[in-house]
């Protein structure tokens, strides 16, 4: 069954999160995605320790398969000539540098449409390519400091506590530019050129916060933790503990729901109050009494007839074992020759005719380099030469 990106090949320069979660997604739809790691330690993800599979980083096995990997070394012109035959017939460019790194490789966008005037370049940056922090470093944490959202994690008289998920690398980072890239191919249809897509995971962050955007447009008070719709400031939208010391949460937002779930409790009075703040309370408290006098299990079983919007607070074992996540085929088991079977996340989109694609294990460092570079015209003296010379 042909997929919706065969044919299209992708240079993925990429590391660590963002970049390689973007080539993931096209890898798995289809297209040809060549991840060029840099001579020596390559992308540094497959070493960090955090949950490691023998001697290869978890997150970089979760995010790198279907891909091929060649090892190149951009410093060095050889190199550069590699990448640029590599770059004549590519359709997708990805890279993650700091603006101005590109330029001194001399591989920019400038430089490269000049070779592929049809190329879709993609910057994933922090803070995009132009700007007053252009230049600056940083990450996740700094990305969404400046977005507001970390500081809308922290109650009042608390310091805010670092998201579990990294918001900015994801939302802002590889869910942007997947939208910018396919916008671009598909522009590339019509006009036949490629064109530079600029992202900036700030630009993204700040995309992303559009609730807690509106109340304070509309107020011109920055909204505080604990103290909006939807981080707990009423009782219909919240979290409770259970007798067990576990957690539900709470999303009777509309009035339905709300009705609802006053009517289970035979609190009806409480009906016309759902957003009225003086009331909430002596409404909160309620419920946090009487979610306490059962389990989590129990009011998870209760909750299956009551329309509501009342779910257990899962941890991640419980959440890799759920029925909806198995049945939507969430996780996944994949083969690597050398590491076994992996534990790997299953794609988000199902299409109903070119569904996703896993065939290929994450490769290794380099995997690919001879086969890309024969594939290229390159000679068997050449390829001896280039490793010998330190450009692969």
Same mark, same amino acid.
């Given at each position: ?41 390559? &992308? ?32 060095? #012109? ?12 590519? +359709? ?15 591989? &920019? ?18 803070? !995009? ?8 470093? !940083? ?75 509106? #109340?304070?447009?509309?107020? !011109? ?22 007798? +067990? ?13 709300? %009705? ?43 909750? #299956?007839?009551?329309?509501?919007? *009342? ?12 029925? @909806? ?5 969430? %996780?996944? #088991? ?9 534990? @790997?996340?299953? *794609? ?45």
């Amino acid at each position: 069954m042909a997929t919706p990106l065969e044919g299209i090949k992708v240079l993925d320069l990429t590391r660590l999160l963002p970049g390689p979660h973007t080539s993931l997604m096209l890898a798995d739809f289809g297209a040809e995605v060549i991840k060029i790691e840099e001579t020596g330690r390559g &992308d540094y993800l497959r070493e960090l320790a955090s949950g490691k599979v023998g001697d290869t980083g978890g997150l970089f096995l979760l995010i790198n398969r279907n891909k091929k990997s060649m090892t190149l070394n951009l410093k060095k #012109e050889a190199g550069q000539e590699i990448f640029y035959r590599l770059v004549k017939g590519a +359709d997708i460019l990805i890279e993650g540098y700091r603006p101005g790194i590109t330029k001194r490789f001399k591989i &920019d966008y400038e430089t490269l449409r000049e070779i592929n005037p049809g190329i879709i370049y993609c910057s994933l940056s922090g803070y !995009g390519k132009d700007g007053p922090y252009a230049q600056k470093a !940083g990450h996740d944490i700094n990305y969404i400091s400046y977005g507001g959202v970390l500081g809308m994690t922290a109650r009042p008289g608390e310091k805010p506590v670092i998201p579990a998920i990294n918001i900015a690398d994801t939302l802002g980072g590889t869910m942007m530019a997947l939208v910018g890239i396919l916008l671009a191919l598909q522009a590339r249809q019509r006009t036949g050129k490629g064109q530079f897509v600029d992202i900036s995971m700030l630009d993204g962050t700040i995309f992303s916060i559009a609730p807690i955007a509106a #109340e304070y447009f509309s107020a !011109g008070i920055p909204p505080k933790c604990g103290k909006t719709q939807f981080t707990g400031a009423f009782a219909c939208f919240s979290v409770y503990e259970t007798r +067990d010391k576990e957690y539900l949460g709470l999303g009777a937002g509309e009035p339905h729901f709300w %009705v609802n779930l006053c009517k289970y409790f035979q609190k009806e009075e409480y009906i016309p109050y759902q957003y009225v703040e003086e009331k909430q309370e002596e409404i909160i408290s309620f419920f946090e009494e009487r979610f306490k006098q059962r389990t989590r299990a129990e009011w998870t079983t209760i909750f #299956e007839d009551v329309d509501v919007c *009342c779910t257990p607070v899962y941890n991640l074992a419980e959440t890799f074992t759920d029925p @909806q996540v198995v049945h939507r085929q969430m %996780v996944f #088991e994949m083969e690597h020759p050398r590491l076994g079977k992996l534990k @790997q996340i299953g *794609c988000p989109i199902k299409l109903s005719d070119t569904p996703a694609e896993f065939n290929v294990p994450p490769p290794e460092m380099g995997e690919h380099t001879l086969e890309i570079l024969s594939q290229l015209g390159y000679l068997e003296a050449e390829i001896a030469s280039f490793k010998k010379e330190g450009v692969i």
